[in-house]
Protein backbone atom coordinates (compact mmCIF):
# COMPACT_ATOMS: atom_id res chain seq x y z
CA UNK A 1 0.00 0.00 0.00
CA UNK A 2 1.48 3.52 -0.70
CA UNK A 3 2.23 5.95 1.96
CA UNK A 4 0.93 9.64 2.30
CA UNK A 5 3.15 11.36 -0.41
CA UNK A 6 4.28 14.92 -0.03
CA UNK A 7 5.80 17.23 -2.61
CA UNK A 8 8.16 18.88 -3.03
CA UNK A 9 10.85 17.21 -0.05
CA UNK A 10 12.87 20.90 -0.10
CA UNK A 11 11.96 24.84 -0.87
CA UNK A 12 13.49 27.89 -0.12
CA UNK A 13 11.93 31.15 -0.79
CA UNK A 14 12.12 34.76 -0.32
CA UNK A 15 10.04 36.61 2.31
CA UNK A 16 6.99 37.72 0.97
CA UNK A 17 7.31 35.13 -1.59
CA UNK A 18 5.01 32.37 -2.07
CA UNK A 19 4.70 28.44 -1.94
CA UNK A 20 2.45 25.36 -2.37
CA UNK A 21 3.01 21.80 -1.15
CA UNK A 22 1.04 19.54 -2.54
CA UNK A 23 0.12 16.10 -0.53
CA UNK A 24 -1.71 12.51 -1.76
CA UNK A 25 -3.30 10.88 0.95
CA UNK A 26 -3.51 7.02 1.17
CA UNK A 27 -6.07 5.63 -0.73
CA UNK A 28 -9.60 5.80 1.12
CA UNK A 29 -8.62 7.81 4.08
CA UNK A 30 -11.15 10.23 4.64
CA UNK A 31 -9.30 12.17 6.69
CA UNK A 32 -6.45 14.52 6.14
CA UNK A 33 -4.96 16.85 8.25
CA UNK A 34 -1.73 19.50 7.86
CA UNK A 35 0.82 19.97 10.28
CA UNK A 36 3.20 22.14 10.85
CA UNK A 37 6.38 21.54 12.66
CA UNK A 38 9.31 23.79 13.72
CA UNK A 39 12.36 22.94 14.58
CA UNK A 40 12.49 21.54 18.15
CA UNK A 41 8.91 21.25 18.47
CA UNK A 42 6.36 18.93 18.11
CA UNK A 43 3.93 19.03 15.15
CA UNK A 44 1.24 21.66 15.30
CA UNK A 45 -2.03 20.92 13.35
CA UNK A 46 -3.12 23.56 11.02
CA UNK A 47 -5.50 22.57 9.45
CA UNK A 48 -8.02 19.14 8.98
CA UNK A 49 -10.60 18.09 6.43
CA UNK A 50 -12.98 15.32 6.06
CA UNK A 51 -13.23 14.33 2.68
CA UNK A 52 -13.39 17.69 1.11
CA UNK A 53 -14.88 19.84 4.16
CA UNK A 54 -13.03 21.56 6.37
CA UNK A 55 -13.21 19.93 10.18
CA UNK A 56 -10.77 22.18 12.07
CA UNK A 57 -8.99 25.35 10.55
CA UNK A 58 -8.87 27.33 14.00
CA UNK A 59 -5.12 27.53 14.30
CA UNK A 60 -4.50 28.39 10.39
CA UNK A 61 -3.12 31.68 9.93
CA UNK A 62 -5.97 32.65 7.55
CA UNK A 63 -4.48 35.95 6.58
CA UNK A 64 -1.51 33.99 4.74
CA UNK A 65 -1.98 30.12 4.65
CA UNK A 66 -5.00 28.69 2.70
CA UNK A 67 -5.62 24.95 2.03
CA UNK A 68 -7.88 22.94 -0.03
CA UNK A 69 -8.71 19.52 -0.56
CA UNK A 70 -10.77 19.10 -3.70
CA UNK A 71 -12.79 16.50 -4.74
CA UNK A 72 -11.80 14.73 -1.30
CA UNK A 73 -8.64 12.92 -2.33
CA UNK A 74 -5.72 15.21 -2.48
CA UNK A 75 -4.77 18.58 -1.16
CA UNK A 76 -2.63 21.44 -1.27
CA UNK A 77 -1.38 24.04 1.35
CA UNK A 78 -0.27 27.86 0.26
CA UNK A 79 1.83 30.59 1.99
CA UNK A 80 1.13 33.62 0.68
CA UNK A 81 3.09 36.32 1.68
CA UNK A 82 5.91 33.91 3.44
CA UNK A 83 7.32 35.26 6.54
CA UNK A 84 10.57 34.10 8.00
CA UNK A 85 9.14 32.29 10.94
CA UNK A 86 7.11 30.27 8.43
CA UNK A 87 10.39 28.05 7.95
CA UNK A 88 9.09 24.68 9.47
CA UNK A 89 8.30 21.32 7.70
CA UNK A 90 4.83 20.65 6.76
CA UNK A 91 3.54 17.40 7.10
CA UNK A 92 0.62 15.63 5.65
CA UNK A 93 -1.37 12.81 7.76
CA UNK A 94 -4.34 10.91 6.72
CA UNK A 95 -6.59 8.12 8.41
CA UNK A 96 -8.93 6.10 7.46
CA UNK A 97 -11.62 7.12 10.25
CA UNK A 98 -13.94 10.35 10.22
CA UNK A 99 -13.30 12.84 12.24
CA UNK A 100 -14.17 11.92 15.65
CA UNK A 101 -13.06 8.07 15.35
CA UNK A 102 -9.77 6.64 17.04
CA UNK A 103 -7.70 5.36 14.27
CA UNK A 104 -3.70 6.45 14.35
CA UNK A 105 -2.81 9.08 11.27
CA UNK A 106 -0.36 7.87 8.32
CA UNK A 107 2.07 10.62 8.05
CA UNK A 108 3.91 11.74 4.91
CA UNK A 109 7.61 12.24 4.66
CA UNK A 110 6.77 16.39 4.82
CA UNK A 111 7.91 19.38 3.13
CA UNK A 112 10.99 21.47 4.94
CA UNK A 113 10.73 25.00 3.66
CA UNK A 114 13.38 27.38 4.56
CA UNK A 115 12.27 31.07 4.48
CA UNK A 116 15.31 33.69 3.54
CA UNK B 1 -1.34 24.81 28.89
CA UNK B 2 0.44 22.53 27.23
CA UNK B 3 -1.87 19.17 27.17
CA UNK B 4 1.38 16.92 26.41
CA UNK B 5 4.51 17.57 28.18
CA UNK B 6 8.26 15.26 27.53
CA UNK B 7 10.26 17.08 29.92
CA UNK B 8 13.48 15.04 28.31
CA UNK B 9 14.38 16.81 25.18
CA UNK B 10 17.28 14.37 24.72
CA UNK B 11 18.85 11.25 26.00
CA UNK B 12 21.92 9.53 24.99
CA UNK B 13 22.60 6.27 25.88
CA UNK B 14 24.85 3.67 25.28
CA UNK B 15 23.56 0.59 22.98
CA UNK B 16 22.17 -2.66 24.65
CA UNK B 17 21.14 -0.52 27.80
CA UNK B 18 17.28 0.33 28.80
CA UNK B 19 15.81 3.99 28.45
CA UNK B 20 12.75 5.17 29.05
CA UNK B 21 10.71 8.36 27.57
CA UNK B 22 8.48 9.91 29.89
CA UNK B 23 5.30 11.47 29.12
CA UNK B 24 2.59 13.01 30.96
CA UNK B 25 -0.15 14.44 29.33
CA UNK B 26 -3.42 16.81 30.54
CA UNK B 27 -7.67 16.32 29.93
CA UNK B 28 -10.21 16.38 31.04
CA UNK B 29 -12.19 14.61 29.06
CA UNK B 30 -12.72 10.83 29.99
CA UNK B 31 -12.31 9.48 26.35
CA UNK B 32 -9.22 9.93 25.03
CA UNK B 33 -6.20 8.05 23.24
CA UNK B 34 -2.47 8.21 23.72
CA UNK B 35 -0.03 7.43 20.97
CA UNK B 36 3.87 7.33 20.46
CA UNK B 37 5.51 8.51 17.07
CA UNK B 38 8.91 7.79 15.88
CA UNK B 39 10.05 10.61 13.57
CA UNK B 40 13.73 8.81 11.97
CA UNK B 41 16.09 11.84 10.26
CA UNK B 42 14.30 10.71 7.14
CA UNK B 43 11.42 13.31 8.85
CA UNK B 44 8.24 10.82 8.75
CA UNK B 45 6.61 10.39 11.37
CA UNK B 46 6.13 6.25 12.15
CA UNK B 47 3.29 5.22 14.34
CA UNK B 48 4.41 3.00 17.33
CA UNK B 49 1.36 2.31 19.40
CA UNK B 50 -2.42 3.26 20.55
CA UNK B 51 -3.96 2.97 23.81
CA UNK B 52 -7.71 4.16 25.05
CA UNK B 53 -8.53 5.88 28.17
CA UNK B 54 -10.44 2.91 29.21
CA UNK B 55 -7.58 0.39 28.90
CA UNK B 56 -4.69 0.61 31.23
CA UNK B 57 -2.87 -2.89 30.35
CA UNK B 58 0.81 -2.36 29.85
CA UNK B 59 1.89 -3.56 26.63
CA UNK B 60 5.01 -5.28 25.69
CA UNK B 61 6.09 -5.39 21.61
CA UNK B 62 9.32 -6.96 21.12
CA UNK B 63 11.67 -4.92 22.91
CA UNK B 64 9.64 -1.76 23.42
CA UNK B 65 7.06 -1.54 26.91
CA UNK B 66 4.80 0.68 27.07
CA UNK B 67 3.28 2.04 30.97
CA UNK B 68 0.29 3.59 31.05
CA UNK B 69 -0.94 4.93 34.57
CA UNK B 70 -3.96 7.36 34.90
CA UNK B 71 -3.47 7.80 38.74
CA UNK B 72 -0.59 10.19 37.45
CA UNK B 73 -1.48 10.80 33.95
CA UNK B 74 1.39 8.98 32.59
CA UNK B 75 1.83 6.93 29.26
CA UNK B 76 5.73 6.27 29.16
CA UNK B 77 8.02 4.20 26.46
CA UNK B 78 10.95 1.89 27.75
CA UNK B 79 13.43 0.02 24.90
CA UNK B 80 14.89 -2.51 26.12
CA UNK B 81 18.37 -3.73 25.10
CA UNK B 82 18.81 -0.40 23.26
CA UNK B 83 20.11 -0.03 18.82
CA UNK B 84 21.59 2.14 17.04
CA UNK B 85 18.64 2.01 14.63
CA UNK B 86 16.53 3.38 17.90
CA UNK B 87 18.20 6.83 17.20
CA UNK B 88 15.14 9.14 16.35
CA UNK B 89 12.83 11.25 17.81
CA UNK B 90 10.14 10.32 19.64
CA UNK B 91 6.64 12.05 20.01
CA UNK B 92 3.95 11.20 22.41
CA UNK B 93 0.64 12.13 21.93
CA UNK B 94 -3.13 12.76 22.60
CA UNK B 95 -6.36 12.55 20.88
CA UNK B 96 -9.54 13.76 22.79
CA UNK B 97 -13.33 12.25 21.79
CA UNK B 98 -14.52 16.00 22.66
CA UNK B 99 -12.46 17.66 20.35
CA UNK B 100 -13.30 15.80 17.15
CA UNK B 101 -9.91 13.56 18.00
CA UNK B 102 -7.56 16.63 17.35
CA UNK B 103 -4.58 15.27 17.91
CA UNK B 104 -1.83 17.49 20.83
CA UNK B 105 1.79 16.42 20.11
CA UNK B 106 4.47 16.74 22.97
CA UNK B 107 7.84 18.70 22.03
CA UNK B 108 9.46 15.26 21.60
CA UNK B 109 12.21 13.62 22.67
CA UNK B 110 15.46 13.12 20.77
CA UNK B 111 17.28 9.56 21.54
CA UNK B 112 20.89 8.82 20.38
CA UNK B 113 21.96 5.10 20.66
CA UNK B 114 25.49 5.02 21.19
CA UNK B 115 27.36 2.12 19.34
Known amino acids: EAGVAQSPRYKIIEKRQSVAFWCNPI?????LYWYQQILGQGPKLLIQ????????DSQLPKDRFSAERLKGVDSTLKIQPAKLEDSAVYLC??????????????FGEGSRLTVL | AQKVTQAQTEISVVEKEDVTLDCVYE???????LFWYKQPPSGELVFLIR??????QNEISGRYSWNFQKSTSSFNFTITASQVVDSAVYFC????????????FGTGTSLTVIP
Open chain 1, 93 to 106: ASSPRLAGGTGELF
Open chain 1, 27 to 31: SGHAT
Open chain 1, 49 to 56: FQNNGVVD
Open chain 2, 27 to 33: TRDTTYY
Open chain 2, 51 to 56: RNSFDE
Open chain 2, 93 to 104: ALSERNTGNQFY
